[in-house]
């Protein structure tokens, strides 16, 4: 059933060429799946944006949802969709493995990602940020925990609580733009990965960016240890509210975006949003980024690849010049805000050409519309959200909810004041799956040699492989193409299992002797290893256990006397530089 991704345009002669034959209706731009047999039918989809371009000083929601199409429309991929009886069969219940409008279901991502949705996450209160009010979310919520057969969620058993931008009981008008389907496949997504969690539903008046803000803060002051939010605008007049996004100790998450790095996917609207800068709030430096990945898996679930999400190449033209925006994971180096320690302290850090300043994403997890995830959404809102019922959405509307709920899942931050650290400090370790192929630019991570500098159309920078101004390749491939290790499509890369959210602390050693004489001076060595990339040591605390004051040096090694006999343990303490602290002990018997 799933996909296979087009293969991008490999120069602009070749971008020219199929984009004439665009515009005079020469061309069908289509994908070919697998041969259809045994209850599958074909059918033709794109994905299409929800909810509308953001303007100025508010933000879009980014959840994308899968459309039929003919086969002539361009950028419509083949798909193999299951017949009535195939989902009939494999619909319903904890192990169902198609969805009822034939997309992905929670089994599929506990599965593909290694976690059991029904273990953990009690005691988490795990917020959605969105703006106006769905009058339908908890009955439509109840009717999809029922077809899955998940613990039960509701406003009457407290699981479910909505409230509105000040914590009040009086919610926004109803939605009429799309912000209802948003509404729907966050809460669905979290809860699907996260049943024991308690979720919060804090819906904003408007889609403001103040409005938003003001929600963030609500979320974070009625005890949220999470808050997901799945939507943003262009960095750009942002800065006002940052202060919103920065709660130590909370993991806040952002989707990255659907429109590709720098927004290009925008490029041939009638009213574009500013480009050329990622999306805030993703871009703020206190905010774990979560970027957009397609998922392909086998018939028992199971992950058999993970790549950047990108409709790309053929379709990359189809937007810049037709006016089709297709969809891709954003991202790309802000332009105001300085990349944390933990990115800069990356040894692959230089081949972002972002210097000192910020790259989305930090991690990614699933959000191509086209095999994305069934949510149930009674709300029509006007039409903007589809027909009611069971729909395939995705974006990184689908990948932020995911990723915050498995953090919560996996017990919070921890007292981690930033916890995208924590992904950091797993990074190249068995808990990450890197995602090696593709990327969020024009291109699609093929690279200078084979795509040419489609920058030179003169609507901003569309991909990475060439600076945004000259014609020799850039060497910040890695802030748009996926590579090994960190790169800015898919950060560190998507989850195996739980462990990427699981705390991680400086390791630490003691060397030195364990039978001493009284009275006489003795040393000890610490080594160190600290997983943080650009990590250093700031302190080390001594406790002798003999009743002495602790030592506190600047270095690794300290000496001390003892005075009296016996046998004392000495407790080693270490801070580094982003306030993670390691422990190591070490018995002395003293004679």
């Known amino acids: 059933m799933t996909p296979r991704r087009i293969r991008p345009l490999r120069s602009l002669p070749a971008l020219a060429l199929t984009l004439s034959l665009l515009l005079f209706g020469f061309v069908s731009v289509q994908q070919t799946a697998g041969a259809n047999t045994g209850g599958w039918t074909t059918a ?4 299409r944006h929800v909810c509308p371009l953001p303007t100025r000083l508010h933000a879009s929601c980014l959840v994308m949802r899968r459309v039929f199409v003919s086969s002539s429309t361009p950028g419509a991929r083949r798909l193999a969709l299951p017949s009535r009886a195939v989902l009939d069969a494999r619909s319903r219940g904890r192990l169902a493995t198609i969805g009822p409008a034939g997309g992905l279901t929670p089994f599929d991502f506990a599965n593909a990602y290694g976690f059991s949705s029904a273990v953990g996450g009690a005691g988490q209160t795990l917020a959605i940020v969105v703006a106006f009010n769905d009058p339908n979310l908890n009955a439509d919520l109840q009717a999809f925990d029922a077809n899955y ?3 039960a969620c509701s406003t009457s058993d407290g699981c479910l609580r909505i409230v509105n931008e000040t914590g009040g009981a009086t919610l926004p008008a109803n939605d009429t733009t799309g912000w209802s389907a948003e509404e729907s496949l966050d809460v669905e997504a979290a809860h699907a990965v996260c049943e024991l969690c308690t979720l919060l539903v804090v819906e904003a008046n408007t889609d403001g960016t103040s409005d938003l803000a003001r929600a963030v803060d609500t979320a974070a002051a009625l005890g949220a240890d999470e808050i997901s939010n799945s ?3 262009a960095e750009t007049g942002w800065a006002a509210v940052a202060a919103a996004y920065n709660h ?6 952002a989707g990255a975006g659907d429109d590709g790095y720098f927004n290009y996917d925008q ?3 009638a009213t574009p949003s500013p480009f050329d800068q990622p999306l805030a709030p993703a871009s703020f430096r206190t905010v774990v980024a979560v970027g957009g990945t397609t998922l ?3 018939q028992t679930a199971t992950r058999q690849s993970e790549v950047v999400w990108n409709a790309n190449g053929v379709q990359g033209g189809n937007e810049a010049i037709v006016g089709l925006p297709l969809g891709a994971t954003g991202g790309g180096c802000s332009t105001y805000v300085a990349a944390p320690g933990w990115q800069r302290g990356l040894g692959v850090w230089p081949s972002t050409d972002c210097g000192s300043q910020r790259l989305v994403a930090d991690v990614a997890a699933d959000a191509d519309p086209l095999t994305g995830f069934d949510i149930y959404d009674t709300y029509s809102c006007g039409m903007p959200c589809g027909t009611p019922g069971w729909q395939t959405t995705g974006g990184t509307s689908l990948s932020s909810p995911l990723i915050t709920a498995m953090f919560a899942l996996a017990g919070g931050s921890h007292g981690v004041a930033y916890p995208a650290l924590t992904l950091y400090g797993h990074l190249g370790g068995a808990a990450l799956y890197d995602v090696t192929s593709g990327g969020d630019g024009l291109c699609g991570g093929e690279g200078a040699a084979a795509c040419g500098n489609p920058n030179v159309l003169g609507v901003g920078v569309l991909d ?7 014609s020799t390749p850039s060497s910040g491939d890695r802030a748009c193409d996926a590579l090994r290790g960190y790169d800015g499509p898919s950060g560190v890369g998507t989850p195996i299992g739980l462990g990427a959210f699981a705390k991680v602390s400086p390791k630490v050693t003691l060397s030195g002797p364990s039978v001493v004489a009284r009275g006489s001076s003795h040393a000890w060595t610490a080594t160190v290893v600290d997983p943080f990339p650009g990590a250093r040591i700031v302190s080390y605390t001594w ?11 600047t270095t690794h090694a300290a000496s001390h006397v003892f005075t009296t006999g016996g046998t004392v343990t000495i407790i080693l303490t270490v801070r580094d530089s982003y306030g993670q602290i390691g422990i190591a002990r070490h018995a002395v018997h003293i004679t």
């Open 543 to 553: 406790s002798w256990g003999d009743g002495t004051a602790p030592t506190m040096t």
């Open 267 to 269: 490029l041939g609207t």
């Open 248 to 253: 130590p100790g909370i993991v806040i998450a």
């Open 464 to 470: 990475c492989d060439y600076p945004a101004a000259g």
């Open 149 to 151: 057969g998940l613990h």
């Open 231 to 233: 939507y943003g605008d």
């Open 44 to 47: 033709y989809a794109v994905g």
């Open 296 to 298: 392909s898996l086998g």
